[in-house]
């Protein structure tokens, strides 16, 4: 089945990011295999938005903030489970930037995220407190963008947060299974599968869109 993108439709591209590529301080695996293709389809959508991990130093999901703690823990927050994470996308630093390889001047919103200092943010609709909002939903309904097509880094978490998110929002969905790539820990991609088929989210191949 062809796509056509058209201006009631908006391409969400998470967190491509130096510090989730090859080489950064929470590397998903073949994570810049993505970035060639996420190039290609922002040039078949008119509306182009950014999320951005925007960490301050010695953020609650940082391993290094819990003594005792090792990354990929899993400790009990006020808000719920919380994995915790190697130090990365630190506010300012150079794996807090933008893929250098990406290619998309006519994105029009950047939504940052996990800036808080006491609460995470896998979602670029609402953070894990599943109360305080980014704005971007009401963003995209003012715009008049009913339609989106999220990818990115990494597929079981802040794709599929801000994909399951989309949802609870109105929004038809659809996660663009190649041009995204996973952490896969514990069983954590099946699982989030399963949460976002289960949501109405599509599973759809960037073939689809080009």
């Known amino acids: 089945m062809s796509i056509l993108p058209t201006v ?3 391409l969400i591209l998470v967190d491509l990011q130096t510090d989730f590529l090859p080489g ?5 695996a073949d994570g810049d295999a993505v970035i060639p293709l996420c190039n290609r389809l922002a040039r ?10 925007w960490h301050p130093a010695g953020h609650i999901s940082f391993a290094s903030t819990h003594p005792g703690q090792t990354p990929f823990d ?3 927050l006020p808000y719920g489970p919380q994995v915790l994470w190697p130090d990365h996308c630190v506010q300012g ?3 807090a930037g933008f893929s250098p390889d990406l290619d998309m001047p006519h994105a ?3 939504i940052r995220k996990g800036y808080h200092q006491a609460v995470d943010s896998y979602s670029g609709f609402q953070e894990a407190d599943r109360a305080t909002r980014t704005g971007l939903a009401g963003y995209l309904k003012e715009r008049g963008i009913d339609r ?3 990818c990115g880094l990494a597929t079981d978490f802040c794709v599929a947060w801000t994909a399951l998110d989309a949802r ?8 663009i299974d190649d041009a995204s790539r996973a952490i896969d820990a514990n069983g954590s991609l099946s699982r989030a599968w399963a949460d976002m088929t289960a949501a109405g989210v599509h599973r759809i191949t960037s073939g689809e869109l080009l």
């Open 8 to 10: 009631k439709d908006a």
């Open 24 to 28: 950064g301080h929470l590397a998903v």
């Open 44 to 53: 078949r959508f008119d509306n182009v938005v950014l999320t951005q991990d």
């Open 74 to 76: 899993v400790i009990t």
């Open 93 to 95: 630093t150079p794996g």
């Open 108 to 110: 029009q919103l950047i």
């Open 148 to 150: 989106l097509f999220i």
């Open 168 to 175: 609870a929002a109105g929004f038809e969905t659809s996660v």
